[in-house]
């Protein structure tokens, strides 16, 4: 995956990001599970295809603007890209205030909390892992490098010296 250079590495943290939130939110949706709360997934997923728009969106056209300019309707999304981010949590607010059900509002407004606190951990975590990747590989692999070496020490340690 390193070989690939950073597109690969980027394609990687981005799936690893989707994987964490499904987790995340699957863990929200398990407490409220027997409400059958409406939209909530579907929700969910919309506001992580909105966050992930609007965080990588800039950052994506430095590091690759010359294959934006190439394609006909991606500098039309380049130009409005902040408009188009804020019109899409809009339209995801106005979908979770038309989804309310009067008698479960505390906890779809809970469930809207848990959306939004998972999306501030997950999307802005790999967001600046790539920000970071685009600084150099080795702040991508020393870190990771650190927490594996790390993970099979305390394994040995564990394994030799514990009882």
Not at 15 to 38: H, R, S, T, W
Not at 39 to 60: C, D, H, I, K, T
Not at 145 to 151: K, L, P, Q, S, T
Request: hydrophobic content about 60%; charged content about 10%.
């Amino acid at each position: 995956i390193i070989y690939g250079g950073p597109l690969a590495l980027m394609i990687t943290v981005f799936l690893v990001q989707v994987k964490c939130f499904a987790e995340i939110i699957n863990i929200g949706y398990a407490v409220y599970k027997m409400d059958n709360l409406p939209w909530f997934r579907s929700l969910s997923w919309y506001f992580l295809v909105a966050s992930n728009y609007f965080f990588y969106g800039e950052s994506l056209v430095e590091q690759f603007g010359v294959l934006i300019n190439n394609v006909d309707f991606l500098p039309f999304l380049v130009r409005y890209h902040r408009l188009i981010s804020f019109s899409m949590y809009i339209i995801g607010f106005v979908w979770f205030v038309l989804s309310l059900v009067k008698k479960y509002y505390l906890r779809q407004f809970s469930l809207f909390a848990w959306t939004h606190v998972a999306l501030l951990c997950v999307v802005t975590q790999s967001y600046l892992i790539i920000q970071n990747m685009f600084q150099g590989l080795i702040w991508l692999i020393m870190p990771v490098m650190m927490v594996i070496i790390n993970d099979i020490m305390a394994y040995f340690f564990g394994f030799f010296m514990g009882r």
